[in-house]
């Protein structure tokens, strides 16, 4: 299912990695973050939102890290360059990341920067949408975003434009090791 998600995704945009454990996942993402220009600064700096990928790490270290913070508020997410969040599936027949984002942060670093770094446990890729809503309860989940590729909208003059409604781009970063349900 890997094959035919990352098929889906990268067709309608997405960047996508696999990692076998966190600390690849991590690596990467400080290596990418440094290369976009992550800075202490309106408009360079990451917000991560709180999230199963940041358990047990040693986030007093990675608050050292000018321009990374873990305090996610609309005006952070507003003025960031690049939002961090992890997703709970991934579709195989669309591409899409799917979240519950109840928690307000998670739809902030997800849709208000302009790049998002999009977590997911690589076992949690399913067929399609029937395997999805077998998985949500809707007496509990009360906001379940679906996310596929970076924003894009058509709608003037029908010429295609990338980033006005969120994000014009979107990396998927796959972690082996954060399991899911099917791994």
Request: glycine share 8%; proline share 4%; aromatic share 8%.
């Amino acid at each position: 299912m890997f094959e035919q998600f990352k098929a889906k995704a990268t067709g309608v945009g997405a960047e996508l990695h696999r990692f076998p454990t966190r600390s690849d996942a991590l690596d990467f993402i400080l290596q990418f973050l440094e290369r976009e220009g992550m800075a202490d600064a309106p408009g360079s700096r990451a917000v991560w939102a709180k999230s199963p990928f940041l358990e047990g790490l040693e986030r007093r270290d990675l608050r050292e890290i000018p321009g990374l913070s873990f305090e996610v508020s609309r005006q952070s997410a507003a003025q960031a360059k690049f939002g961090i969040s992890q997703m709970e599936w991934a579709l195989a027949d669309t591409g899409s990341l799917v979240q519950d984002q109840s928690e307000v942060e998670q739809r902030l670093v997800s849709s208000l920067t302009g790049i998002h770094i999009a977590l997911v446990p690589s076992g949690n890729i399913l067929d399609g949408k029937s395997a999805l809503f077998s998985r949500i309860n809707p007496h509990t989940s009360s906001y379940i975003a679906f996310i596929t590729g970076p924003s894009r909208t058509a709608d003037i003059e029908r010429v295609l434009t990338i980033g006005v409604h969120g994000p014009d781009r979107l990396l998927i970063v796959f972690v082996d090791e954060l399991g899911g349900e099917t791994a």
